[in-house]
């Protein structure tokens, strides 16, 4: 393996997931939901140009193509944990939340089970508009708790609501957008199962 820049980039990424946590546990609020959005908001962007300076420069390797999706879902499922944890267990958060944290462990195990024909389930590009809008739900959401203590303090757990002043309309934003991000990620979900059906039957 090559210590190329965008191999750099991808490993950051992985190593910055557990970092959003790590905020919180250091931090006093609001600052460890805007150092948490800025570490979130930086580690998607590595997203985008690890990939596009691996092809620029000709640079694309197994080892990127192996941990790029690793990282994103790592990064992912870390940050929707902390969120779901402050949001007062909010069920119109938990129920998105759910469904893509079911489709990545479902997706996951059908590579798994594949193992030499895992390469059947490529990475599609409504699965990557699904890894975007789910990046870009969850930094709504970070703008919103940390809106909500700039805002108003330091209230009870949980989120905002519509009428909190523009705490209330980002968290708004951000769970709607959660929820379009569980409907790509179910719709993928789905796309991937029925690729991998041929080769679930029984001989």
């Keep these: 393996m090559k210590w190329t820049i965008p191999n750099i980039l991808t490993t950051l990424r992985l190593l910055a997931a557990p970092g959003v946590p790590v905020m ?61 944890g402050y949001s007062g267990m909010n069920p119109w958060l938990i129920l998105p939340v759910t469904v893509i944290l079911f489709r990545e462990v479902f997706v996951s195990g059908l590579r798994e089970f594949l193992g030499s024909k895992s390469g059947t389930l490529k990475v599609t590009g409504l699965a990557k508009w699904k890894t975007t809008a789910q990046m870009v739900a ?46 790509l990620t179910a719709i993928t979900g789905w796309d991937y199962f029925n690729k991998a059906r041929p080769y679930l039957r029984d001989e």
């Design 24 to 84: 919180f546990l250091f931090f006093y609020r609001p600052w460890a939901d805007w150092l948490a959005l800025t570490l979130f908001i930086g580690a998607s962007l590595t997203d985008w140009l690890d990939g596009y300076l691996a092809r620029k420069w000709g640079q694309v390797s197994r080892y990127g193509a192996m941990l790029d999706p690793i990282a994103d879902k790592a990064m992912v499922i870390i940050a929707i944990v902390v969120i779901t």
């Design 138 to 183: 969850i930094g709504v959401i970070f703008l919103g708790t940390g809106l909500t203590y700039s805002e108003h303090g330091s209230p009870t757990v949980g989120l905002a609501r519509v009428g909190d002043g523009a705490a209330g309309w980002a968290t708004f934003v951000g769970i709607v957008l959660m929820w379009v991000a569980a409907v």
